[in-house]
């Protein structure tokens, strides 16, 4: 889940629901699987350097060869996971990703390279896993994770590492994981802020009991809308990955029942202890939610609000170039955030970020003889803000449907997009 970041001070106990200000405690576990029956004189070379600690020795490395873990995601998380999963020699990998590379994603998802540019990231993914560990075998599922898919797949492995950026695929995975009894290690980044934990029901929380709703439609940014610090997706890589050995193995004392909490600014590692909810709508004594749900519905990618303020309100990228052709008397105001705009921007638009709107701020310098035009970056947050104009008697307004990337898709193919 994204951590929205205030000036000071940074995330507190406080800001979560359900986390009481004490810190954690530790909580051992018996290892995930039984050991492989032997290792390679290869494999014994390659992993001496964990071979001779003590915790790990010759039989953790034999569990970690039995191991099946799924990694869903191969972006920012999934890039530093299964690279150190696989050279940790974790003998099944399965990989849940349909998307391809694009240059955008070379800044942090560093599994892939400038030659994977257009390829579907999880056979980029693979080939890079290959050449770190050639030992590994790597399942692709090539396919979006959904409500239809996940209970099959999930099933085939024994541990879920979460590297997935939107509320709708968290939920899932947490409650396909609770249903199947699956431990998974999430992880979550943006900007400069990291948050890391261990779910596994029968043993501690899931991730409702930390989160037991979404945060309204948009109230959120994404990566893609608010960024993220590129070397973070290894920080909390790096974590998950501990976790996912440490489970797997039987070691240490993993994050289950605590949050892990990482401020790259301030260089500040934090944990708080995350107690089960006995009101947990899936993991709790009384759960309500005994099967899969829809989880687009559930978490709303736009508001009801939203979807009725737009519903004949949406205007294409082609049609706003004729109205700025044609000279109609139209007010372009792009509500994305500054750094945004600098990137790319609409000819003769104006910003006012989403929030000013929200808070009511910049309706008093909007005009009164002019059709008030909205945009974003693709049309969901200029809707959010569209019905706050709807409501505030603003009748007229319309938003652009694709936002500044439609935009420049259709007009202007030769400006950049992020």
């Known amino acids: 889940m994204a951590v929205l970041r205030k000036e000071k001070p940074a995330l507190r106990a406080g800001d979560f629901p359900h986390v009481p200000p004490t810190i954690g405690v530790s909580v051992s576990l018996p290892p995930l699987v039984e050991p492989a029956d032997e290792l390679t004189v290869d494999e014994v070379r390659r992993y001496s350097r964990h071979l001779i600690i003590p915790d790990v020795g010759m039989e953790g490395q034999k569990r970690l060869k039995n191991a099946k873990v799924l990694c ?214 009384n759960a309500t939610v005994t099967e899969l749900i829809d989880y687009e519905a559930f978490c709303g990618v736009v508001s009801d609000e939203a979807q009725e303020a737009a519903a004949g309100s949406t205007i294409t990228p082609k049609q706003l170039k004729e109205w700025l052709d044609d000279g109609e008397s139209v007010d372009v105001i ?16 104006r910003l006012i970020p989403k929030n000013e709107f929200l808070m009511g701020t910049a309706l008093q310098d909007l005009p009164q003889d002019k059709k008030i035009v909205l945009h974003c970056k693709t049309g969901v947050r200029s809707a959010e803000v569209l019905a706050v104009l709807k409501n505030a008697g603003f009748s007229d307004a319309v938003h652009v449907g694709g936002g500044v990337i439609g935009w420049v898709n259709q007009i202007e193919p030769d400006k950049p997009v992020y």
């Open 72 to 285: 869903v995601g191969a972006g920012g998380l999934g890039s530093p996971a299964l690279m150190y999963l696989a050279a940790a020699g974790v003998g099944t990998l399965g990989i849940v990703e349909f998307d391809e590379v694009d240059e955008s994603n070379l800044q942090r998802q560093i599994i892939h390279s400038q030659a994977d540019i257009g390829r579907p990231k999880a056979e980029s993914a693979k080939d890079t896993v290959l050449g770190i560990n050639p030992h590994a075998q790597v399942n692709l599922h090539v396919e979006r994770l959904d409500s239809s898919n996940v209970m099959e797949l999930f099933a085939q492995y024994d541990l879920i590492v979460d590297g997935t950026d939107n509320f709708a695929t968290r939920y899932l995975v947490n409650d396909a994981c609770v249903l199947l009894n699956k431990p998974y290690v999430w992880g979550s980044i943006y900007r400069f802020d990291g948050q890391a934990s261990v779910f596994w029901s029968e043993h501690g929380p899931c991730y409702r009991c930390l989160y037991p709703e979404p945060p309204p439609p948009g109230m959120v940014p994404s990566c893609a809308e608010g960024g993220v610090l590129g070397v973070l997706c290894a920080s909390v890589g790096s974590i998950q990955v501990t976790e996912a050995i440490k489970v797997l193995a039987g070691i240490g004392d993993p994050l289950v029942g605590r949050l892990m909490i990482y401020d790259a600014l301030e260089m500040s590692y934090r944990q708080v202890k995350v107690r089960k909810d006995p009101d947990c709508a899936v993991c709790g004594p």
């Open 334 to 349: 792009d509500v994305r955030e500054p750094n945004e705009y600098e990137i790319v921007s609409i000819p003769g638009a």
